[in-house]
């Protein structure tokens, strides 16, 4: 296991970053909500951000001690790196070092996903957290009626997860179960009439037509034991 590399698909091209430099005000809009979501639970110690992009989350949650992070487009990592983000360490090849673990949106982006929550549970300290952020729900009716969701890259989707099935197997791994929301309601990307409309569309079309909608995308808060 000291060994294990996970396998996180590099397709994205550099243009995909360009939009990923606080420079997207819906993208802040739903930093913020982020944001409240992690200091309600902790505001400071050593982070690592897995699939961290060019850095632009943990600068906007200005989160107080040491900021890490794992990425794999070149030039995005480099652009991190001038945010003061470090890629000496991570959840691979660190022990009992961290007191939270992001995965923003990434975690359907690597080949074992399961080992990645297992390093996960291994580099936090006890008491620490590992907070997932705009994952997709494959629970939700969407994605029951579609088997699609709107923020799927399917060339590089290695595991589409569900609240039930990764809630169970983060209780296996050993973390507790401290919240799990959707964020819909709140989120910048909710339309309620189009997203509605669209949602029937997709009732009674065989095309897909992407669209917010309830529970498509969730947020899990977990947390290592203390003892």
């Not at 923003?104 to 006890?126: A, C, N, Y």
């Not at 579609?146 to 197997?169: Q, R, S």
Request: glycine share 4%.
């Amino acid at each position: 296991m000291k060994d294990y590399k996970p396998i996180i698909v590099d397709r994205w091209p550099d243009s995909y970053f360009e939009k990923r430099n606080l420079n997207d005000p819906k993208r802040i809009k739903q930093f913020e909500l982020d944001c409240v979501l992690i200091k309600k639970y902790i505001k400071s110690g050593k982070v690592c951000d897995v699939g961290c992009s060019t850095g632009e989350f943990l600068e906007f949650i200005d989160f107080e001690g040491e900021l890490y992070g794992m990425e794999v487009n070149e030039n995005a990592q480099k652009r991190a790196e001038m945010r003061s983000i470090s890629f000496e360490k991570n959840i691979i090849n660190q022990t009992e070092f961290f007191d939270l673990v992001i995965f923003r949106g990434t975690i359907q982006h690597v080949d074992e996903p399961f080992m990645m929550m297992k390093k996960s549970f291994q580099s936090l300290k006890k008491g620490g957290f590992v907070i997932f952020l705009a994952t997709p729900n494959s629970n939700s009716i969407l994605y029951k009626f579609k088997k699609d969701l709107p923020f799927l890259d399917w060339p590089i989707n290695f595991y589409i997860p569900g609240k039930k099935e990764l809630t169970n197997a983060l209780k296996n791994i050993g973390f507790s179960i401290e919240e799990v929301s959707y964020p819909y309601f709140k989120t910048p990307y909710r339309n309620l009439i189009k997203d509605h409309l669209l949602f029937i569309l997709n009732l009674i079309t065989p095309k897909f037509y992407p669209h917010a909608f309830w529970k498509s995308s969730m947020n899990i808060v977990c947390k290592k034991p203390e003892k």
